[in-house]
């Protein structure tokens, strides 16, 4: 079984903190994804790679950078924490399609609470 | 813009009956589509998935249909049962890239 973790199920930060969310697969999966989800609004997407050190911003992009030193770990950084970034912060993985049995399907950790006060 | 688009928020359906979850998109390039079930405090995991050149899949309890005219997919679940009780995303990728475009989502509440 795919296994995706992440570092905590809920963090509380005060605004201004630097915030690192972290986020293991033990798949071997190429790409990792970061996504933020809030009620009415879906997943939507942060940043993504595809491979170590590669990083493509998604659709929010804004407030947020990522590392990807190693093929098996995926960090958020939110440099500065404010408020509108209290959200659910979710984490997954996928193999390229091409060499996937189930192609585009993305594997998912428990998720980040986070609340920014 | 949303691509993906999941007009309703909430379903509430009776035990043993169908419940139908629909999802509407405008991105004639997407070719796959997945959809997603997401208990509180639990990341989302995989339900089902469609290609493009299919316009049924079928697993179990659920049945995903395809109308790519339309621009349109619905999610069937026959019978519902209780733990059917979760969120719902429709998502869909195209073939020029690895990422998923999911949608708002819609909350399905079984009664039993």
């Known amino acids: 079984d795919v296994k995706v973790t992440q570092s905590s199920r809920y963090l509380v930060k005060r605004t201004g903190e630097k915030v690192f969310l972290e986020c293991v697969q033990d798949m071997d999966h190429e790409n990792m994804f970061w996504y933020r989800q809030d009620p009415g609004l879906g997943l939507r997407l942060i940043y993504f790679s595809y491979d170590v050190k590669m990083k493509e911003k998604g659709d929010i992009p804004e407030g947020y950078s990522v590392s990807r030193e190693k093929k098996e770990r995926f960090s958020l950084i939110l440099e500065s924490a404010s408020t509108n970034q209290t959200s659910m912060y979710l984490c997954?993985?996928?193999?390229?399609?091409?060499?996937?049995?189930?192609?585009?399907?993305?594997?998912f950790g428990p998720g980040t609470r986070l609340t920014v006060t | 813009d949303q691509q993906v688009k999941q007009n309703s928020p909430s379903l509430s359906v009776q035990e043993g009956r169908i419940s139908i979850l629909n999802c509407d998109y405008t991105n004639s390039m997407f070719d796959y589509f997945l959809w997603y079930k997401k208990y509180p405090a639990e990341g989302p995991t995989f339900l089902i998935s469609?290609?493009?050149?299919?316009d049924k899949n079928e697993d179990g309890r659920f049945t995903v249909f395809l109308n790519k005219s339309a621009k349109h997919l619905s999610l069937h679940i026959v019978p519902s049962q209780p733990g059917d009780s979760a969120v719902y995303f429709c998502?869909?990728?195209?073939?020029?890239?690895?990422?998923?475009?999911f949608g708002a989502g819609t909350i399905l509440r079984v009664k039993s």
């Open positions: 998502a869909a990728s195209s073939a020029y890239g690895n990422k998923l475009v």
């Open positions: 469609i290609s493009s050149i299919k």
């Open positions: 997954a993985s996928s193999l390229f399609p091409e060499d996937s049995p189930s192609p585009y399907e993305q594997y």
